[in-house]
């Protein structure tokens, strides 16, 4: 998904004027929580569920409810919102699902190129200005929408335009895990992890509870998503999600005493009108004579 967000962002340097944010807030009427969103839709599927403590009939204290409408906090709840509802007036629109992620939705003419990229009732729509009144007024029809107009924070990634492209980044994000970890009175390091080490299983002495160390591991990974240059050690820490160490422990430390001092960094896409797709490799310079 949010590869694909990325992806979409980059779209709108050479096809958009901008980046739009619409906010779907239910079916047919204003529901202002997701909860009751997921309520309001119809559910096709047999699944029953208990009856709760309180709610138990009298003369049949050993059935079960059978679902009528999705039910908030079932996993099922979101996708049968997703395709009875959003997809399939989506697509009565002209609307084509991507194969690469089916949640983000392509439409073409010969004027229009319009993609949407949906995340649970959060819109983000790539297109030319002209055409965001005319995909307003559509999903109005059907759905009560909130217009929050240009994108600038998103599934808490920053997004920045400039005249030379976009950047995204993750200052807040960064922050709020350093206050998590106690560490937004620490000191900055020029690198994310020492030079020459090699990390083992059997580095240190373990843990004895891993909870903290693999919930900020998955807090780094969702921080390479703007800081891909700090991929190679959050790769490297999460070998030892089952048995962290000590060792391993101040190797995430360094590493957000790295951010404490680049919070700012990000990822910039520039902007450019050229549509070909431009790869490059690159190779130590120690291996480019070999054969």
């Not at 050479?14 to 944010?21: C, E, G, H, L, T």
């Not at 309001?40 to 009298?58: I, L, W």
């Not at 896409?269 to 549509?275: F, H, L, R």
């Amino acid at each position: 998904m949010l590869n694909m967000m990325s992806s979409n962002i980059a779209i709108a340097n050479f096809v958009a004027d901008n980046i739009w944010y619409l906010d779907l807030r239910a079916t047919h009427h204003f529901i202002p929580d997701y909860s009751k969103l997921t309520s309001a839709t119809p559910f096709t599927r047999s699944d029953q569920v208990s009856v709760g403590d309180g709610f138990v009939h009298p003369e049949f204290p050993n059935h079960v409810c059978k679902l009528e409408k999705a039910l908030y906090g079932l996993k099922q709840s979101p996708c049968a919102w997703f395709t009875t509802k959003l997809s399939h007036a989506l697509s009565q629109w002209g609307f084509t699902s991507s194969l690469a992620d089916s949640s983000m939705f392509i439409y073409k003419s010969n004027s229009i190129f319009l993609v949407i990229l949906i995340y649970v009732d959060d819109i983000i729509t790539v297109t030319h200005s002209e055409s965001i009144s005319q995909l307003v007024l559509s999903l109005g029809h059907h759905f009560a929408i909130k217009d929050l107009r240009l994108l600038h924070y998103f599934l808490v990634i920053k997004v920045h335009r400039s005249t030379s492209g976009l950047h995204l980044s993750q200052h807040k994000y960064i922050t709020d895990l350093l206050a998590c970890t106690s560490m937004t009175d620490s000191k900055s390091v020029h690198s994310p992890m020492a030079s020459g080490y090699a990390l083992s299983i059997h580095d240190g002495t373990p843990l004895e509870d891993g909870t903290t160390y693999r919930s900020v591991v998955g807090a780094l990974q969702y921080c390479t998503l703007t800081r891909p240059n700090i991929s190679f050690v959050v790769n490297k820490v999460c070998q030892f999600m089952h048995s962290p160490s000590n060792v391993h422990w101040q190797v995430i430390k360094r590493t957000l005493h790295y951010l404490k001092g680049t919070s700012h960094y990000g990822l910039s896409i520039q902007a450019t009108p050229d549509y070909n797709l431009t790869c490059f490799s690159y190779i130590p310079s120690h291996l480019f004579h070999c054969n």
